[in-house]
Each structure stands twice: as C-alpha cells, then as structure tokens.
C-alpha cells in the first residue's frame, strides 16, 4: 500500500510550491503566486507541464495588459478560469500567496477573492496512493450580489515538443450532424501541425512555430492525450451530452503556439446566484508510453482500450 506525501520546497523561479508525492509521481503546486499545477511527472522522470523559467515571467507570452494594478503572467501548468474569455476579466493577476489546507491525499487550494471579478476560485487535488491517478475538483463561488453567468474553465499548459490526441465524437445521429466544430479567426484548417482524422484529431506541438491554432469540439468521450518525453499524460472529464457549453457548444478546447500546447476542459455555462458555487472536475493520468510512429487510427484505438477505457 502506498502513501503520499507533502512537503513545501522551493522550485526554480516559482517561489515556495506544495510537493504531493507517492513515489511514483510528483506534483508541484505554486502557493506564492497563483496556484498553477507547475509540475506533473514521474518521480525521476521530466515535466509534463509548460514552465515559464524567464526571472521576470515577462516572455510567457504575449504582452498581457495591466488590471487592477497588476498584470497576470500564464506561469505555465494548470489553472483554473471562466468562460466566456474576456479582456480584461479573465487577466485578473493572481500574484499573491495562495492558502491551503491538506486533506487525506491532498490538499485544497484557495487564493483570495478577486476583488473586481468577485469570484472565489478554489481546487481540491488528491493523489492516488498506488498510481498515477490525479483528481481534481475545482470550485468557483459568486461573491458578488447579484447573478454571474459563466462556465468553469480549467487549462492545462503542456510542454513543447509534444503531440495531443482528442477524440471526437462517434455517435451514430443517422441523417443528423454528430461533431460540432469551433475555429478562431487565426485557426489556419491547413495548418501543418494538425490532422484531421475520422475518429480522432492529432495535433502537434511546433517550438517556435509562428502561428497560434486552436479548435473546439462539443467531445463525447471526455478525454484527450499527450505524448510527450517518451511518457503518456491523459486528462480526462464527463462532458454532458446536448450540455450548454460556451462557444457554441464546446466542453473541450485545444490550443497551441510557439511555446506550449493547451488541453482545456470547460463546465457547462450558468447563472449563479449570490453566494452559490458550481463545481468541474477532472482526472489525470501519467504513462510510461512514448508516441506511437506516424498516425494510426487502430493504433490509437488500442492505447485507448489500453489506458483509458
């Protein structure tokens, strides 16, 4: 029987980072700034996370505008936000100490109230004791006095140099549509670095690729995967079918550039009344899998029959 452990360390330029370990993998939680899962990986094995390890966080990305008197940097790793994007109400820096409490394989982590958006975010990660296995629940409260409508957004900035799967949907609506599709105005659909295949879409990681591509899908299956150092990370969710998404419809986002590639997984979209909270979950998994040569719908299907279903 395993145990998991915690432990405060200090990590590259994040700052102090909650350590949850079990001996086989590891997470780093930023509890400075944030909080970003900056690390997800094997014991010994290298970062499935995006790590943005320039001093001043000034080169994450683009040049993001100023809000409230500061300014919010992409860190990297996972986060939690809220969909519809928005400028500037989805910038709202979160620089300061992040709160927490350990739990039994865990912990909960719960910044402070964004003072002009009024929403509490909070996320609740465990670790399985004998796997790989992540569970996060993120929390979002309205603590405004009136209604809010969003949708809870978690992101996942992966590192470069990988390749992402995403499986779309496959149920059979006979003479009626079954994938819905959205594109941003600088999604290029002949980009080199996607393949649109029958059952999956594979998208690949480019660094210093100069174009931005990102696509959403309304998924049926609820998970996406990402081969990257020679391991296999798998995030997945339970979307709701005919579920009222953001953008059209989209319970799933993907997103890539010439740093790092995004999975995103979204609630459905609400109102929320004053005081009240909604909820998204997610479950990770790592792998020791490297990517499988060139692209192989059968070959996919039997690393999903091997490692998701």
């Not at 174009?211 to 990402?226: C, L, R």
């Amino acid at each position: 029987m395993g145990k998991v452990t915690t432990n405060v360390t200090e990590y590259k330029n994040f700052g102090k980072c909650l350590e949850i370990a079990n001996g086989i993998v590891k997470l780093l939680v930023t509890i400075d700034v944030g909080p970003r899962v900056i690390n997800y990986s094997f014991i010994d094995g290298e970062n499935m996370m995006f790590e943005d390890v320039n001093k001043d966080f000034s080169e994450s990305g683009p040049a993001f505008d100023k809000f409230g008197g500061g300014t919010w940097y992409i860190y990297g790793g996972h986060r939690l936000w809220t969909s519809p994007e928005g400028m500037p109400k989805s910038y709202y820096p979160d620089n300061e100490p992040v709160p927490y409490e350990l739990i039994e394989n865990g912990a909960v982590f719960k910044p402070a109230a964004q003072t002009w958006n009024q929403y509490q975010f909070e996320i609740a990660i465990t670790l399985d004791p004998d796997s790989s296995k992540v569970s996060l629940t993120h929390k979002i409260t309205n603590c405004a006095a009136w209604d809010v409508k969003l949708a809870p957004w978690t992101l996942t900035v992966l590192s470069p140099g990988g390749f992402e799967i995403v499986a779309q949907p496959t149920k059979d609506t006979g003479l009626l549509g079954n994938r819905l599709m959205a594109l941003w105005p600088y999604t290029n659909m002949m980009d080199d670095r996607v393949t649109w295949g029958n059952k999956y879409i594979g998208l690949e990681q480019k660094s210093g690729h100069p174009d931005k591509f990102k696509v959403g899908i309304n998924s049926e299956h609820g998970f996406a995967m990402y081969f990257n150092h020679g391991d296999l990370f798998i995030k997945q969710y339970a979307p709701i079918e005919n579920g009222c998404y953001p953008d059209g419809g989209m319970s799933f986002e993907t997103f890539t550039n010439a740093l790092f590639l995004e999975m995103e997984t979204l609630g459905e979209i609400s109102s929320i009344a004053p005081g009240a909270s909604v909820t998204h979950n997610e479950c990770w998994s790592l792998f020791q899998e490297a990517r499988p040569e060139g692209y192989c719908e059968k070959t996919i299907d039997a690393l999903v029959e091997k490692y998701v279903k």
